[in-house]
């Protein structure tokens, strides 16, 4: 099991840009599925990015494409999300979770599940975008 802590988070105007950080530590050197998830005001739980750190390949959700870039640090253990162009709708805890083993990222799960697959999670770092 992962543990996982987000940074970044705050306030800005409408268009701004902020980045997110998710740093996980870990006691073994198994790759994991790392996804960001967002809880905005009267949506469920959606998940808008994920890295695989065992190749480092990266994915978007189709919402947030063009907006939004996720990247990897060089050791693999620090997730990043990058938000620009930033609306009041993209309001929101940001979560970052993970799960052992590449399935969830390779499969999609991670888009599909709303986070059932996911075995561990930040506290999350709260966006707060104003008009």
């Known amino acids: 099991r992962v543990r996982l802590v987000e940074s970044g988070g705050g306030s800005v105007q409408v268009g701004g840009s902020l980045r997110l950080s998710c740093t996980a530590s870990?006691?073994?050197?198994?790759?994991?599925?790392m996804v960001w998830f967002r809880q905005t005001s009267g949506k469920d739980r959606e998940a808008v990015a994920a890295a695989y750190t065992g190749t480092g390949t990266t994915y978007l959700a189709d919402p947030v494409k063009g907006r939004f870039t996720v990247s990897l640090d060089n050791a693999k253990t620090t997730v990043y999300l990058q938000l620009n162009d930033l609306t009041p709708e993209d309001t929101g805890t940001y979560y970052c979770a993970a799960a052992l083993g590449a399935r969830d990222c390779i499969s999609g799960a991670w888009y599909r599940n709303g986070g059932r697959n996911m075995d561990s999670w930040g506290k999350g770092t709260l966006v707060t975008i104003s008009s």
């Open positions: 870990q006691e073994t050197r198994d790759p994991y599925c």
